[in-house]
């Protein structure tokens, strides 16, 4: 049975990091993105029973960037591994944006730092110019200008 006539939109994507205040910057400073909920530590018991951890204790904010939410986590208990996950691991792998223009922001990333995997590439035949770029926790940010605005 689909439940798809219940869905209204997608609300948020979480993103559960080993140091919150670095992650908090880079997506509020570099990328831009505003607060929504502010940061705040949770530790609710109805929080340990919805994660189906005992004891949850966390950092948290919710942020906002157009239409979209990323809800930032960090586990101050129980603790978390700090590995992040290749391109080819199960799972999400990265964040991606369309951007007005990708050269600017290639070395708008390398002035403030960041470390951008390679230069902005051509891709599907000219329909796009994309370059991936590691953010704090090697977490992989993806960003995206499409030759007709349209698809963006």
Request: proline letters at 5%; hydrophobic letters at 45%; glycine letters at 8%.
């Amino acid at each position: 049975m689909s439940v798809a006539h219940l869905i209204e939109r997608v609300h948020h994507t979480a993103l559960c990091v080993q140091d919150f205040d670095r992650m908090y910057n880079f997506l509020t400073g570099f990328l831009g993105f505003d607060t929504e909920g502010a940061k705040a530590e949770r530790d609710a018991p109805e929080l340990a029973t919805v994660t189906g951890m005992t004891g949850a204790h966390i950092l948290w904010a919710l942020l906002r960037k157009g239409s979209h939410r990323i809800e930032l986590f960090q586990y101050l208990a129980p603790a978390g591994k700090a590995t992040p996950p290749a391109q080819s691991d199960t799972g999400f792998t990265h964040l991606a944006f369309s951007v007005s223009d990708v050269d600017a922001i290639h070395d708008a990333a390398i002035a403030a730092g960041h470390r951008p995997i390679s230069a902005p590439q051509v891709m599907r035949g000219g329909v796009s110019r994309v370059f991936y770029l590691r953010g704090p926790e090697d977490i992989v940010v993806e960003f995206m200008e499409f030759a007709d605005r349209r698809n963006a």
